[in-house]
């Protein structure tokens, strides 16, 4: 593996799984010094020891604004700067809208929205400092099109797509500070079981299509922050193979 990522510090939130845990360690075996941030400190923990390089790991809720805030300080103080920032976290409580299952749409649009909003506001100031960064917001298909059952999810992935074609135009040109979304399709990884709707659980784990796996996700990732400065890949859509 060539360490092309070496010298970079990376955050990457949502680290104690699917995607978010191998893209760590992708960035990881590219040369990068990894940050890992989620709630479950066990999972980190494990992640930790199974990540070979510089490694540290920043206990975070993403819909917490100062816990953002400390993660980013804690990357800059330990390592002195933070060149990317993989906003990853995100959670999927599909329902149908009648069912006003409002606490959990509140829940989405706390983690999947302000936490990515929390992330950049937290790196901003840095990384025009530094004259270069790149911010990567994990979105889905999800943000391109509605599907039932899922529109607030469906809302809060327009909603990243949204913010983060905002932050490439006015971030760029100026400050060199590089965004990318990453669109991915069905991805085999936790996101489902939590999922409280019996019917909608049923009808996901009904499906029958080949889904892509974490590593697939994370080597679209890693191309897109291993390209030279003037290379600003914008939006990366991936689908399993059998998926309309
Ligand atoms: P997982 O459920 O495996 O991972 C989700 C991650 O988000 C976990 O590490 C979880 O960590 C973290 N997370 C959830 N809530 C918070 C919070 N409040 N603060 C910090 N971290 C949090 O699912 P995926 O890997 O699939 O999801 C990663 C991203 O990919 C999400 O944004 C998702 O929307 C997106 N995506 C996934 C697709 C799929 O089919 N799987 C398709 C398209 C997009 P912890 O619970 O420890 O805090």
Same mark, same amino acid.
């Given at each position: 593996?060539?360490?092309?990522?070496?010298?970079?510090?990376?955050?990457?939130?949502?680290?104690?799984?699917?995607?978010? /845990?191998?893209?760590?360690?992708?960035?990881?075996?590219?040369?990068?010094?990894?940050?890992?941030?989620?709630?479950?400190?066990?999972?980190?923990?494990?992640?930790?020891?199974?990540?070979?390089?510089?490694?540290?790991?920043?206990?975070?809720?993403?819909?917490?604004?100062?816990?953002?805030?400390?993660?980013?300080?804690?990357?800059?103080?330990?390592?002195?700067?933070?060149?990317?920032?993989?906003?990853?976290?995100?959670?999927?409580?599909?329902?149908?809208?009648?069912?006003?299952?409002?606490? /959990?749409?509140?829940?989405?649009?706390?983690?999947?929205?302000?936490?990515?909003?929390?992330?950049?506001?937290?790196?901003?100031?840095?990384?025009?400092?530094?004259?270069?960064?790149?911010?990567?917001?994990?979105?889905?298909?999800?943000?391109?099109?509605?599907?039932?059952?899922?529109?607030?999810?469906?809302?809060?992935?327009?909603?990243?797509?949204?913010?983060?074609?905002?932050?490439?135009?006015?971030?760029?040109?100026?400050?060199?500070?590089?965004?990318?979304?990453?669109?991915?399709?069905?991805?085999?990884?936790?996101?489902?079981?939590?999922?409280?709707?019996?019917?909608?659980?049923?009808?996901?784990?009904?499906?029958?299509?080949?889904?892509?796996?974490?590593?697939?996700?994370?080597?679209?990732?890693?191309?897109?922050?291993?390209?030279?400065?003037?290379?600003?890949?914008?939006?990366?859509?991936?689908?399993?193979?059998?998926?309309?």
């Amino acid at each position: 593996m060539v360490n092309h990522l070496k010298d970079k510090v990376a955050i990457v939130t949502g680290a104690s799984s699917g995607i978010g /845990e191998a893209t760590a360690i992708a960035l990881a075996e590219a040369g990068a010094k990894v940050v890992l941030a989620a709630r479950r400190t066990d999972r980190l923990q494990q992640l930790k020891e199974r990540i070979k390089g510089d490694c540290l790991l920043v206990p975070t809720d993403v819909s917490n604004r100062s816990d953002v805030e400390n993660l980013v300080k804690t990357t800059k103080d330990t390592y002195g700067k933070v060149d990317i920032l993989i906003n990853n976290a995100g959670v999927m409580l599909l329902s149908f809208l009648d069912k006003l299952h409002v606490e /959990e749409w509140d829940r989405m649009i706390d983690v999947n929205i302000k936490g990515v909003l929390y992330g950049a506001a937290a790196v901003i100031p840095i990384m025009k400092e530094q004259k270069n960064g790149h911010i990567v917001n994990v979105a889905s298909i999800a943000g391109h099109r509605v599907i039932p059952a899922a529109s607030v999810y469906c809302g809060t992935k327009f909603a990243v797509r949204a913010i983060s074609e905002g932050l490439r135009m006015e971030l760029s040109p100026q400050s060199g500070i590089r965004v990318t979304i990453i669109s991915p399709g069905i991805v085999q990884t936790e996101l489902t079981h939590h999922i409280t709707d019996p019917d909608v659980q049923q009808s996901v784990a009904k499906r029958s299509l080949t889904p892509l796996t974490s590593e697939d996700i994370a080597n679209a990732i890693v191309y897109a922050v291993s390209q030279p400065q003037h290379v600003n890949v914008n939006e990366i859509m991936v689908r399993p193979t059998e998926q309309p």
